[in-house]
Nanobody, 121 residues
């Protein structure tokens, strides 16, 4: 059983930056990992994914602003978020699974509890 724990959310003004983290209980290099976000009444949306060999994909809405990375020594996944806008306000979740790159919530069995990111205008 893989356990995931996010941290690092908070409040920031538009144009600012935040980095959220996700500590993985298992060996992070075994899994594909993706950051998702969700706002009330909307489906959970994949924003950035990285697979076991380091290939990366981003949703168009965050491309050029967000950066996903892994620290293998710390078993931690990061999402660096720059140039934030109020549209980025959401609860951010990390997820782990096996297989290739994916931004689909249906492809992930393990989820963290989420961390709130609020961007004010």
């Amino acid at each position: 059983q893989v356990q995931l724990a996010e941290s690092g959310g908070g409040s920031v003004q538009a144009g600012g930056s935040l980095r959220v983290s996700c500590v993985v209980s298992g060996y992070i290099q075994r899994y594909r990992m993706t950051w998702f976000r969700q706002t009330p009444g909307k489906e959970r949306e994949g924003v950035a994914g990285i697979d076991a060999v380091g290939r990366i994909t981003y949703a168009d809405s965050v491309k050029g602003r967000f950066t996903i990375s892994k620290d293998y020594a710390k078993n931690t996944l990061y999402l660096q978020m720059n140039s934030l806008t109020p549209n980025d306000t959401a609860t951010y979740y990390c997820a782990a699974g096996t297989g290739g790159l994916s931004l689909s919530r249906l492809d992930f069995a393990y989820w963290g509890q989420g961390t709130q990111v609020t961007v004010s205008s």
